[in-house]
């Protein structure tokens, strides 16, 4: 004869198999939600963030979603992606002016080449006071390091977010463009 209620008569039974339900719903929630690059005007929770953001925690902007659209998902990269103010302010793209136009895409196409590395690089594998360097997909070479605050610098850019992850991307948002000097020449935008 089968005995109903048998879990619930063996208190330790059944808290184990309660237990194991939890831990197995939490670890599926965090491995699902664990560090997802912020979209629109979502809350940025648990990136570290520069002091005094001005951006509101936005993510990545429309450029830098373009820009990430650009690489590969299944590949591990690095992209030290300027923000959203920097493509403006160094590249004089703005939302709305310029998106349809032919060269804002293939300006975006060179920040790409200088800014992506082959290879997955977090904040923690540098080391404070500490330089490293890369090579980006274009053989432009990357000066890696990291301030007291863990935030990264890269060629005198600091960044602003750091170890966003799209995929096998590890995305660092960057209060600037890292562009060598040819290029940074031919995309001075006019009001300067």
Excluded: W
């Amino acid at each position: 004869m089968k005995q109903r209620g048998h879990f619930t008569k063996d208190p330790i039974k059944f808290l184990c198999i309660v237990v194991s339900i939890a831990c197995t719903f939490v670890l599926c929630f965090s491995v699902l939600k664990l560090n997802e690059i912020p979209q629109g005007n979502e809350n940025v929770i648990g990136l570290k963030l520069k002091k005094n953001r001005i951006d509101g925690g936005r993510g990545v902007g429309k450029f830098g979603e373009i820009v990430i659209g650009m690489l590969p998902q299944d590949l591990g990269f690095t992209l030290f992606l300027p923000s959203e103010k920097a493509f403006e302010r160094d590249l004089g793209l703005r939302l709305g002016e310029n998106e349809n136009e032919n060269n804002t895409y293939a300006i975006l196409t060179r920040v790409l080449g200088f800014s992506a590395v082959p290879a997955r690089i977090y904040a923690d594998d540098v080391q404070i006071g500490k330089e490293i360097d890369y090579e980006s997909i274009s053989g432009y070479t990357l000066y890696i390091s990291k301030d007291s605050d863990g935030l990264l610098i890269v060629n005198r850019i600091a960044s602003e977010m750091v170890d966003l992850r799209r995929g096998k991307i590890v995305v660092h948002v960057m209060d600037g463009v890292i562009m060598d000097p040819e290029f940074e020449q031919s995309v001075r935008p006019d009001d300067d």
